[in-house]
Each structure stands twice: as structure tokens, then as C-alpha cells.
């Protein structure tokens, strides 16, 4: 059985320790200690690093009774000095405690319980029974978060019966039996817990909501707290210090002059595509004079691209088909593959039916108006196919 010394000092950085077991487990090792301080991923809180005996521990394993630490390294039994790796330690404390303060938080202001958290390793989430909120109810919890980290409120952990546990009160009820380690934030919250939390909720450090994501019903709230809000705050005001750098103006400005540039940008782009249409009416009539008429009066006009959008050649096929009698215009393009078809309005065919009619069978689909469809293919090879088909039909 191990003892497990982070239930009693979350702050343990170095212990001595006796290693009792080493078995062999594919390529590396498992490492059984009589104490550690190495906490197993549980709970939503990833596994600790460090060294144990020199050898670093790459996994920690919760086996029950007993803690495995998985290294690469073969040891020897025996006593062996251990190290955590306090930063990683130490940032996931914080991430932890700043957990239980914001899952306290969204209960006690909007009476939206948590019913998931996940430590990642660059932001943590929780996620909320809610069916939404706005972003003013946002700015709030994480005001009323960040005031009680500034309150610098207790926090502790102490082992309760379970019978203890529920007349305490618990932020979401336990149904464990035997001894509960319940985490409280003083005069804020209780929570059954065996992860590792801070002393005092000033060295959760502050904390940011980041974003949110509605996620199987639930509503997912990204945090960071401590020095990863401080890293992220930094990283925010540099970018947008770069984007204001853009304007030549203070980041105060950025967002109205990036509002405006987009605005400008969107009209420029509604210009371009109306003088674009025109363009193409004009390409388009000239483009049938070019094209001879064939035995059935038919003038025909023909295009194989290897990719693009096929909605950028609408325009010009509409303007073709309907600057004259007996128009046809057939367009392939390979990535991805699809063929569009515009003829005129008295050249006899119908060009939605025509083209659903020739792709079903190689199994694609289309179709449209009388004078304009569009189609596509689940493989260009068989786009060659579909161009016969569409010219034996012409021709008959």
C-alpha cells in the first residue's frame, strides 16, 4: 500500500522514498515507492513529473491500494530521493483551486451547476448544466471569481465520513463510501476532492475565461488561471499591439479601424463582383459569335479546368446560353469534380433533366432549371464519361 503524501502536502517537492517494487511494462518500467508525493492522473487533473532516483517519471498510475511510476530507466530497490517537477505541480494547483472558485461561482450566481472539468495542458474547461448565458453573465463570474482571489480566502482539505461530508454541505453531493477528502474554499465552497489545491485562493492567481462552446448539451467554459492567464494576457496584447502597429495606431483603435477596413473591404468586394458579372455578359457574347453553329444549328462551346469553383463560371455560362439561338455551354472542372451545363431557352433541351440523367449512372448527382444546372462527382475519372454522355445526347 502506498502512502500517498500529496493528500497531506500538496507543496512536497523533494521526499525520500524506499523503492519496494520494479516490474518490467513494455519498454519501461513501473516503480513502486512506500510514500510519494507524485500525484496519479484522477479526477480531471493530470498525472505529476519529475525524477525519481535520477530517472524521470513519465506517467504516475493510479493502481488502487498502490501508485505505479512508470520511467524508462531500470532501478534498483532501495531507498532513492524524489523530486516533483514543482512547476507543473504547481500550475496545476492553481488550475485546480481555480476550479472549484468558478464551478462555486457559477452556482451561486446563476444556479448552474458543473457537470464536467478537464485539465488540458493549455487551458482548462468546465461544463455547465445551462442552457446558455450572455456575455454579461460571463463578465460577472469571473469578476466575482477574481474578488474572492483577491480576498486571499482559505483553502483547505481534511478527511470527513462520508456522513460527515453530507451534513457539511457539498457543492455536489458525493456517493462514495468510507472517508471523503473534501476541499473547502472558505465561506465559498466544499468539494469532495483528492486533487492537489493551493493554501489560499490569492495563489490561484488571476483568473480568464476564454471562450465557450456549447458541447452535448452542455455549455464548456474555457479558463486559465495563474501564470497561464498572465502568459495568454500578454500573448493577447501583443497581437493585438501588432494589429494596431498595422494602423499605425494605438491598440485602443485597432478594433474601429479593423471594423472599418472590413467594411471597406466587403464593399470593394461587391464592386469587383459586379463589374465581374458585366464583364463576363460582354465575354460571353462575344464567345458565341467566335463559335461556328454545328449540323444541328447548335453552337457549342466547351471548358475542362483542373480546379476552381465552379460558381465563378455562372456568370459567363448564363451570358453564352442566352446570347443567342442553339447555345450550349459545358463546363468540367476536376478538383473537385463537377460539371455545369447552361443552354438557351430554344435549343430544345432541357439542361437540369439532362444532366441529372447522364451522372446518376456514374454516380453523381445533379440537376437545375431548364437552362442552367450543376453537378458533381464522386471521382474525377470519371469525368471523361460524363462529357461523352452529355455529347451523345447533343448530337441526338
Known sequence: MTRRLYYEDSYLRAFPAEIVEVRPAAKQYHVYLDRTAFYPASGGQPFDTGRIAGAAVLDVLDQGERVAHVVETPLQTGPAACQVDWARRFDHMQQHSGQHLLSAV???????????????????????????????????????????????????????????????????????????????????????????????????????????????????????????????????????????????????????????????????????????????????????????????????????????????????????????????????IEEPPAVLLAVSADSGLNAGKLLKQVLQPLGGRGGGSPVLAQGSLPDPARIPAALQALRDSLST
Open 106 to 332: 457559477f452556482l451561486e450566481l446563476d444556479g448552474c451547476p458543473t457537470v464536467g472539468f478537464h485539465l488540458g495542458r493549455e487551458a482548462s474547461t468546465i461544463d455547465l448544466d445551462a442552457p446558455a448565458l450572455d456575455t454579461a453573465r460571463i463578465a460577472a463570474a469571473e469578476e466575482r471569481a477574481n474578488a474572492l482571489v483577491f480576498e486571499n480566502r482559505p483553502v483547505t482539505a481534511r478527511f470527513y465520513s462520508a456522513e460527515q461530508a453530507a451534513a457539511l454541505g457539498l457543492r455536489k453531493p458525493s456517493e462514495r463510501s468510507g472517508d471523503l477528502r473534501v476541499v473547502e474554499i472558505a465561506e465559498c465552497d466544499r468539494s469532495a476532492c483528492g486533487g492537489t489545491h493551493v493554501r489560499a485562493t490569492g495563489e490561484i492567481g488571476p483568473l480568464l475565461i476564454r471562450r465557450l462552446d456549447r458541447v452535448r448539451g452542455a455549455l464548456r467554459v474555457e479558463f486559465l488561471c495563474g501564470g497561464r492567464a498572465v502568459r495568454r494576457a500578454r500573448a493577447d496584447y501583443e497581437l493585438l499591439s501588432r494589429v494596431a502597429g498595422l494602423f499605425s495606431a494605438p491598440p485602443d483603435q485597432a478594433p474601429s479601424l479593423v471594423a472599418a477596413r472590413i467594411e471597406a473591404a466587403a464593399a470593394a468586394e461587391k464592386s469587383r463582383q459586379k463589374l465581374e458579372a458585366e464583364l463576363a455578359v460582354f465575354k460571353g457574347r462575344d464567345l458565341y459569335q467566335t463559335i461556328q453553329p454545328d449540323q444541328r444549328n447548335r453552337r457549342i462551346h466547351q471548358i475542362s479546368e483542373r480546379a476552381g469553383p465552379l460558381e465563378s463560371w455562372r456568370p459567363l455560362a448564363q451570358s453564352f446560353a442566352s446570347s443567342g439561338p442553339g447555345a450550349v455551354f459545358l463546363l468540367a
